[in-house]
């Protein structure tokens, strides 16, 4: 169950990866947001996979922890993604008001995409009997 939670998990860190790149140009270009010192490609990359990574070893430790682990794992991370987005509207990123809220809308994007896929996606893929036999 370790190498299946922990792969499962890193399978949708990439996918998460490739959708919240996608959703960080499309923003980008539509609003045209000057700045990407924070949220970049190479920090989206590199902090997704690592998070996911850890994600997967903490889904197994619920699964292997709790009787119901998995929907424990789902309404922990919902609170989380739900807290992640309030509190990313709290963060002071630029004085001027137009570009900090473009930084609280990326920001809360990506947790939201972040989290829909730990808290559904997760679970999803790892009782999926089709994925573990083509993928895993």
């Known amino acids: 169950k370790f190498s299946s939670a922990i792969l499962t998990s890193v399978f949708a860190g990439i996918i998460t990866t490739l959708l919240s790149f996608a959703y960080y140009v499309g923003y980008k270009e539509v609003t045209g947001f000057p700045l990407s010192g924070l949220i970049n490609v190479s920090s989206l990359i590199f902090v997704t996979n690592t998070f996911f990574l850890v994600i997967g070893y903490i889904y197994f430790l619920f699964i292997k922890n709790f009787r119901k682990g998995d929907v ?3 309404v922990v991370f919902m609170l989380l ?5 309030w509190e990313a509207y709290s963060i002071h990123r630029s004085d001027d008001p137009v570009v900090n809220m473009q930084f609280h809308q990326l920001l809360a994007g990506i947790f939201l995409i972040n989290g829909v896929v730990v808290f559904a996606g997760i679970p999803f893929l790892f009782h999926n009997k089709k ?4 993928v895993i």
Request: glycine residues 0%; negative net charge.
């Open 72 to 74: 424990l794992f789902v």
């Open 81 to 85: 993604t739900a807290l992640s987005i």
């Open 131 to 134: 994925f573990n036999e083509e």
